[in-house]
């Protein structure tokens, strides 16, 4: 079956610091990729997306490669602001059910001013 | 477009009264979940319908636990009688069937406390 695994947290950094959440899957078929992001008091929302192997998702100075040899889609940005403070979810879609999300645990990143 | 609604936003109740929660999906879109999201177990899928028919209730956790969908604008999930350890966050997700990476979109939430 389907699974993602990203990395447990919580993550503190301060601003401006680098940023990476891991993720890894096991998918039949050929997943799409996804990071949601969760802000405090809030809903779950579509944050970038892959959908093939080598694609790169990009949204708000976040990225994720889609890494097939590896499977990895781990999120990254340069330099985190206070209000990326927010759970950060990995998901996955994949075979005949292409709208059924299977979602990592989720990953608490605190920012620090 | 005014995303997913849900109401509403907050419930607090007493152990053993019924609880309805809302929903109305984005227009157009033909997939509608309901998730329950708890510290202990994250995320968890409790049933999703398609054109207003229930699909999957596998996560659907007891039997006090029902949903129905009486057209394509409007669903809701009921629990009766609600429990202590029914209390999290649920929350309604809608999709449209259609490109690849087309995905769900959830609506804020309705936060269940059960005295």
């Known amino acids: 079956g389907n699974s993602v695994t990203q990395m447990e947290g919580p993550v503190t950094l301060s601003e401006e610091a680098f940023l990476t959440i891991n993720c890894t899957y096991t998918a039949t078929g050929y997943p799409s990729l996804f990071w949601y992001v969760q802000y405090p008091g809030e809903g779950l929302q579509l944050l970038l997306k892959?959908?093939?192997?080598?694609d790169k998702g990009s949204n708000k100075g976040f990225e994720a490669t889609y890494r097939k040899e590896t499977t990895s889609f781990h999120l990254e940005k340069g330099s985190v602001q206070v209000s990326d403070s927010a759970v950060y979810f990995c998901a996955l879609v994949s075979g005949g059910s292409n709208y059924k999300l299977t979602f990592g645990k989720g990953t608490l990143l605190t920012v620090n001013p | 477009d005014a995303g997913v609604i849900q109401s509403p936003r907050h419930e607090v109740t007493e152990m053993g009264q019924e609880v309805t929660l809302r929903c109305k999906p984005i227009s157009g879109h033909d997939y509608l979940f309901w998730y329950r999201q708890t510290m202990m177990r994250g995320l968890e899928l409790l049933i999703y319908f398609n054109n207003n028919v229930p699909i999957d209730d596998s996560g659907m956790p007891e039997d006090r636990f029902s949903a129905k969908m009486p057209n394509a604008s409007f669903s809701t999930l009921k629990i009766q009688p609600s429990e202590p350890r029914d209390s999290a966050v649920y929350f309604c997700a809608s999709y449209r069937r259609g490109l690849a990476g087309e995905t769900q979109y959830f609506g804020p939430g309705t936060r269940l406390l059960v005295l």
């Open positions: 892959a959908t093939k192997a080598d």
